[in-house]
């Protein structure tokens, strides 16, 4: 390249790219050779870094251990002749590197002889690897116009010689369309190969050589290479070459050049991010716009693979750059600016790259592509890089969407008028560009539920999250394939039935046991997110039509939650997610109103549940609900923590237990969900950090001085040694006995003249008691470690000058403060739940009064009999 730019050989070369002959021979040539200049110059970097001098044998090798040792001054100096002023090879290199589109390649679509033919004459690329790619092929013209004349039944069949010339207009037709797709292809084998080469530099540099990118090693002012701003110019120069206008074939890039280049883009991107220095915002914004016209420049080509592939790249490019925008301080403020400003020209550019990424998004990720069969590629890699393309894509698409509703919903606080929608416009453009509403990319995606796609589901997950989003998914069909993927699920585990007869009530005999799916986590988050973000904004009919099809997904999951809650705490985040979706679904439906189906009046959101759902799997699954609730109420932590029942209590359950005259009822006061906990011995006891027991109103767990001083693994074994992870448990455990609680004081609270829950009242006096003991002696430590925090302190700087104690220190300071930490939440949520436990008895009193009223009247005579 250099500087002079009338005199790069490079633009000479873009501007003949489609002229034929000895030329282009040449030129070809030439592109080969500078590519080979640029990899010995990537090899040299990584040499001079002294990369190398690591693979030298210790022994008999001290000439060879000197070559290769760390050479700084000759490193320095390559990379300032590459990168710096005034020569700044690569960035020449780059602005004049041949990228798009050759002229005879537009005309290659006309006039081309049968895929048959081509393919029969077609022979691989003669050449070393590098120059001539893994996949390229030439067509042979003798070959080729032999078989035309063979398809005629013509002599020249058989090939005798080395030459044959062309008699019929079909002939020449086919031979000049055969010179033209050799010269194309040797065109892309020379210009991709420069491209490799050139990103191979690139990351060289960026890698091997980065200590000298920002500070000069041979002195002590700082001289760097490069710099922020140095980078920056050159990740705008690398992204005006991949900024095309799709709609030009003039401007066309071509795929296999622009892939590597793309690479490096994205590599500039994540060492920026990686700098403690800043690059201004508006340089942000720019590098945000640019990427975005780059992957909408990706939707044209007819080499769909690579392009899909350039715009996977870019789009992890554009997370990396979005992520920063947004925390950066000001980001508010500018991004409100950014909305206000944006010209249309930057708003499609934004629009386009989010209809382009959604394309590939709704790809499926089992990479059944029927052209795998014709590129004769290997399927097991071909899914791989098809999975991770569609993967990137969906990050990408999933952080534009949020990044633009997160700087909308600022703007709203500011400017209330301020109605915009980038979600909305995508919908609308998608829905403009397909033939149908069921041919749409986001339709396609929301279909991918059906055929168990695990990250599909968090994608959509993340579109719910935005405004307006239940909406757009609602339409989109994702409840009903929510409903599609259940009941298939159900039917192909439980049989016809899908676990809704009576028969499941059966226990399975021996060690069967069935592992709930891996895409059921996603497909419950992902209605949870509708259910409690999208009833409030969405009017009456598509509320209804919500809650009935998550209701439906509740019944056709009713036998998988069944064993997750027969199991707890096996697949804790699961049942957690399930009991949340049975919640939000009881406490959206309609109070005092008529049912959502079939139009029946009922009275209360109790009854409304029980229409929607069968009965008999609802009645089966409040009974493990409520067996689950009481459990968990009665040991928030293990049973060898906990402080003995009330004397009165346990009187009561004896004499409750001695009515039964015909039956013998052995209870186990040693067991409890606890047991199935994972026992810490399976880490190693070092990185195992144990914790004070913890407090639970025990006369023995109350003792805090005495448990002050117990960290690290000095006391107690690894079965019964707290420590972080068993808090964990206990916060899951609090966490999933609030939602049921919660849950069970809907169906209690109910104006209906349905039959009540089966509660026990011994059940829930000692969940009252385990709760609210637990609750007051966690207070009572909270307060305990506040106030020995000024002590410790002091202690700390005493130990200051002495290694050890000062180690001590620290591992005490640190179990303290994991501790605190699971304190500070577990325990007003476990005195919420006694609370709850209390309020679920008053809605079950309350429920009683009015069936007695109802039976009996209010007359004197009865108020006395009470």
Not at 267 to 276: A, G, K, P, T
Request: glycine share 6%; aromatic share 6%; with cysteine.
């Amino acid at each position: 390249g250099g500087p002079d730019q009338a005199t790069s050989i490079l633009k000479r070369i873009a501007a003949r790219t489609s002229s034929t002959g000895r030329d282009a021979e040449s030129d070809y040539e030439v592109l080969n050779c500078i590519a080979w200049v640029l990899k010995g110059c990537a090899l040299e970097l990584y040499a001079l870094s002294g990369h190398l001098h690591s693979m030298v044998p210790t022994q008999g090798n001290a000439n060879m251990a000197a070559v290769l040792a760390p050479q700084p001054t000759k490193c320095k100096r390559l990379l300032c002749l590459l990168l710096s002023h005034p020569h700044r090879l690569m960035l020449h290199a780059l602005i004049d590197m041949p990228m798009g589109r050759p002229e005879l390649a537009h005309r290659l679509s006309m006039g081309a002889p049968s895929r048959e033919l081509l393919h029969e004459a077609s022979k691989p690329m003669e050449g070393v690897a590098d120059t001539v790619g893994s996949h390229h092929v030439v067509i042979d013209p003798i070959v080729l116009v032999s078989l035309i004349r063979k398809q005629h039944g013509q002599q020249g069949a058989v090939i005798l010689s080395k030459s044959v010339s062309p008699r019929t207009e079909q002939e020449l037709a086919a031979v000049e369309w055969a010179k033209a797709w050799n010269e194309y292809a040797k065109y892309t084998c020379a210009s991709s190969h420069l491209a490799s080469a050139w990103g191979l530099v690139m990351s060289s540099s960026l890698v091997s050589c980065q200590q000298f990118i920002f500070q000069d090693v041979s002195s002590s002012a700082s001289n760097p290479v490069l710099g922020v701003d140095g980078i920056v110019e050159l990740l705008f120069a690398l992204l005006s070459r991949l900024c095309a206008d799709p709609n030009k074939q003039s401007q066309r890039l071509e795929a296999s050049v622009a892939l590597p280049i793309s690479d490096v883009a994205l590599q500039l991107v994540i060492f920026l991010s990686e700098l403690n220095h800043s690059v201004e915002q508006e340089e942000k914004l720019k590098m945000c716009t640019y990427f975005c016209v780059a992957i909408a420049s990706c939707g044209s080509g007819t080499d769909i693979s690579r392009n899909n592939e350039r715009a996977a790249i870019l789009s992890c490019g554009l997370t990396v750059i979005l992520a920063s925008m947004k925390n950066l301080a000001g980001a508010e403020t500018f991004g409100e600016k950014m909305l206000l400003r944006s010209s249309w020209g930057e708003q499609d550019a934004y629009l386009n790259a989010a209809i382009h990424l959604v394309r590939i998004a709704s790809q499926s990720l089992n990479g059944n592509d029927p052209s795998l069969a014709a590129t004769g590629g290997s399927a097991s890699q071909y899914n791989e890089k098809e999975k991770s393309m569609v993967l990137a894509a969906r990050s990408g698409l999933t952080s534009l969407i949020t990044y633009f509703d997160w700087l909308e919903a600022k703007l709203r606080e500011q400017v209330p008028a301020f109605d915009d929608c980038f979600l909305l416009k995508l919908y609308s453009s998608d829905n403009n560009a397909a033939v149908s509403p069921d041919t749409t990319s986001l339709a396609r995606l929301a279909s991918l539920l059906q055929a168990y796609d695990v990250n599909a589901a968090f994608t959509l997950q993340q579109v719910a999250s935005c405004r307006n989003g239940t909406y757009f998914l609602l339409n989109m069909g994702v409840t009903t394939a929510l409903i599609s993927a259940a009941s298939n699920y159900a039917k192909e585990v439980y049989g016809p039935g899908g676990g809704l007869d009576e028969i499941l009530e059966r226990e399975s005999y021996g060690v069967r046991e069935i592992q709930p799916p891996d895409f059921l986590h996603g497909h419950l988050l992902l209605l949870n997110t509708m259910l409690s973000l999208g009833t409030a904004e969405l009017a009456p009919p598509a509320r209804e039509r919500l809650l009935h099809d998550a209701a439906q997904v509740i019944q056709w999951y009713s036998a998988t939650a069944d064993r997750l809650l027969r199991s707890f705490p096996k697949d804790l985040e699961l049942t957690i997610e399930f009991l949340t979706c049975l919640h939000l679904v009881a406490s959206s439906l309609p109070r005092n109103s008529k049912s959502v189906s079939e139009g029946n009046a009922v009275g209360g959101s109790n009854s409304v549940l029980d229409t929607l759902v069968d009965r008999h799997v609802l009645t089966r699954l409040e009974r493990r609900v409520i067996d689950l609730a009481f459990h968990l109420a009665e040991f928030p932590f293990p049973i060898h923590f906990l402080p003995p029942l009330p004397t009165r209590l346990g009187s009561v359950e004896r004499a409750k237990l001695a009515q039964n005259r015909h039956a013998s009822v052995n209870i186990s006061y040693g067991t409890s969900w606890w047991d199935l906990v994972p026992d810490n011995s399976q880490d190693d006891a070092l990185q195992v950090l144990h914790l004070p027991d913890p407090p639970t109103g025990s006369a023995e767990s109350g003792t805090w001085g005495s448990q002050f001083g117990r960290t690290g693994a000095q006391t107690g074994s690894a079965r019964t040694a707290w420590t972080v992870q068993k808090y964990e448990y206990a916060l899951a455990s609090a966490k999933c006995l609030e939602i049921c609680l919660l849950y069970l004081q809907i169906r209690a609270d109910s104006t209906s003249g349905l039959s009540f829950l089966p509660l026990d009242g011994l059940s829930i006096a000692k969940g009252i008691c385990r709760c609210s003991d637990a609750a007051r002696a966690i207070h009572e430590r909270l307060g305990h470690l506040s106030r020995s925090s000024n002590g410790n302190l002091a202690s700390m700087l005493q130990s200051t000058f002495t290694l050890r104690e000062n180690q001590v220190a620290d591992a005490t300071n640190y179990a303290e403060e994991a501790e605190r930490s699971a304190l500070t939440e577990l325990g007003p949520r476990l005195g919420q739940c006694a609370s709850n436990l209390l309020t679920l008895v008053y809605a079950q009193s309350k429920k009683l009064n009015r069936e007695v009223v109802a039976s009996h009247g209010t007359g004197g005579s009865f108020q006395a009999k009470s």
